[in-house]
Antibody, heavy 118, light 108 residues
Framework: QVQLVQSGAEVKKPGASVKVSCKAS????????ISWVRQAPGQGLEWMGW????????NYAQKLQGRVTMTTDTSTSTAYMELRSLRSDDTAVYYC???????????WGQGTMVTVSS | EIVLTQSPGTLSLSPGERATLSCRAS???????LAWYQQKPGQAPRLLIY???SRATGIPDRFSGSGSGTDFTLTISRLEPEDFAVYYC?????????FGQGTKVEIK
């Protein structure tokens, strides 16, 4: 079945980096994009950016420009999101989602909790 | 950038009742690229409606979406126990993608 499986929870110190993976299965990886969305504890959903699995083109949320990098590995059908210079307000659950363009975000990963604490 | 405002913040209803959730955009949403998601505690969001009114795969027909331009509505015709959750609208027609702040549908 179509699914996205994310890597496990992470605990990082302020100033460190984190890299979250999102492995796709059950569909042609390069036919869709992947968006990343995060959710701070008790808060709403925040879009972080998008990457085309076809050609690697990216579009990042302005507030994260310079700190976030999204990549893909088509040989393993895996997308990655790296966030650098972590702060306490980056503590959140990070989700990847299949981005079908006109059909919205139809498949979501299970989420990865990232905790930033000294 | 487009800002989405959802109302009400919380909706207290009983099973079997009708739920009407509103999502208003600060400017017109391109090509009705408006989606609705349901999220339960500890779970990832689930796509309910895309293109303002198209139900996603496997979504029961008690869920319906309507609207265009700047005003959109999600209606749940008869609430089932499993429908009590938080609902988010999303515009994905222009960058940056934006989500509303959510409406919590709770049991009265």
């Amino acid at each position: 079945q179509v699914q996205l499986v994310q890597s496990g929870a992470e605990v990082k110190k302020p100033g460190a980096s984190v890299k979250v993976s999102c492995k796709a299965s059950g569909y042609t990886f390069t036919s869709y994009g992947i968006s990343w969305v995060r959710q701070a504890p008790g808060q709403g959903l925040e879009w972080m950016g998008w990457i085309s699995a076809y050609n690697g083109n990216t579009n990042y949320a302005q507030k994260l420009q310079g700190r976030v990098t999204m990549t893909t590995d088509t040989s393993t059908s895996t997308a990655y999101m790296e966030l650098r210079s972590l702060r306490s307000d980056d503590t959140a659950v990070y989700y990847c989602a299949r981005d079908q363009s006109e059909d919205a975000f139809d498949i979501w990963g299970q989420g990865t909790m990232v905790t930033v604490s000294s | 950038e487009i800002v989405l405002t959802q109302s009400p913040g919380t909706l207290s209803l009983s099973p079997g009742e009708r739920a009407t959730l509103s999502c208003r955009a600060s400017q017109s949403v391109s090509s009705s690229y408006l989606a609705w998601y349901q999220q339960k505690p500890g779970q990832a969001p689930r796509l309910l409606i895309y293109g303002a009114s198209s139900r996603a795969t496997g979504i029961p027909d008690r869920f319906s979406g309507s609207g265009s331009g700047t005003d959109f509505t999600l209606t749940i015709s008869r609430l089932e126990p499993e429908d009590f959750a938080v609902y988010y609208c999303q515009q994905y027609g222009s960058s940056p993608v934006a989500f509303g702040q959510g409406t919590k549908v709770e049991i009265k």
